[in-house]
């Protein structure tokens, strides 16, 4: 399998550092134009399977890649963002001060609470959906969100949670991991337009 793993692109709540958890907020017009513009690597890059979080902003950046694969796109429950609903709506320096999210940025792999999914639960659904298909000698494609890519890449790559926030994931960012016997590489981190990838994907 290779796995191409694009974020979705920029919506208004990304521009306002707002935090957006499961709430269904559209892209924003330069989010179009990342995803209009990423949409020419897919040009020569075919992709047999398109899998995307069912949040909007999601399935608009999916949207863009299937009409020129001519894919259908997979929505998955497992796909989808945090559930942040503890600061849902609310800016970085509204919760910033917040204990839940000091201990959360302090203690990231024992880290629970009732209301914010922790990496541990992501990782788990992330890793259950890949499971299914990592056997495939195909091209899929996962659209998804920031934390649940890094979260994902950084088990492939044999981390522990409490390294999760090493990697940083921006919009419409492209990374592309491979699955040769059973061990993965990641070959590409955060590829965006306007940048020579060569041969590598």
């Known amino acids: 399998m290779k796995l191409f793993l694009l974020r979705h692109g920029q919506t208004q709540w990304n521009a306002e550092h707002r935090v957006m958890g499961r709430r269904d907020v559209p892209l924003n017009l330069n989010g179009q134009k990342q995803a209009e513009q990423m949409v020419?690597?897919?040009?020569t890059h075919a992709m047999d399977r398109i899998f995307s979080s069912p949040q909007l902003r999601a399935v608009q950046t999916a949207q863009?890649?299937?009409?020129?694969a001519l894919q259908q796109i997979e929505l998955d429950e497992r796909l989808s963002e945090l559930d942040f609903r503890r600061w849902e709506g609310k800016v970085l320096d509204e919760i910033k001060d917040?204990?839940?999210?000091?201990q959360r940025k302090k203690d990231p792999e024992g880290f629970v609470h009732d209301e914010v999914e922790s990496f541990a639960q992501v990782q788990s659904r992330l890793l259950h959906w890949l499971e299914q298909y990592q056997d495939l000698d195909q091209n899929v494609l996962m659209v998804s969100h920031a934390d649940p890519i890094r979260i994902l890449i950084n088990a492939l790559m044999g981390g522990s949670l409490g390294q999760v926030?090493?990697?940083r994931v921006f919009n419409c960012a492209l990374s592309v991991m491979t699955n040769?016997?059973?061990f993965w590489e990641l070959l590409v981190l955060n590829h965006r337009p306007g940048l020579d990838l060569g041969n590598v994907i």
């Open 40 to 43: 020419e690597y897919f040009k």
């Open 98 to 102: 917040d204990p839940v999210y000091i």
């Open 64 to 68: 863009y890649v299937a009409q020129i």
């Open 165 to 167: 926030q090493k990697y």
């Open 180 to 182: 040769e016997n059973g």
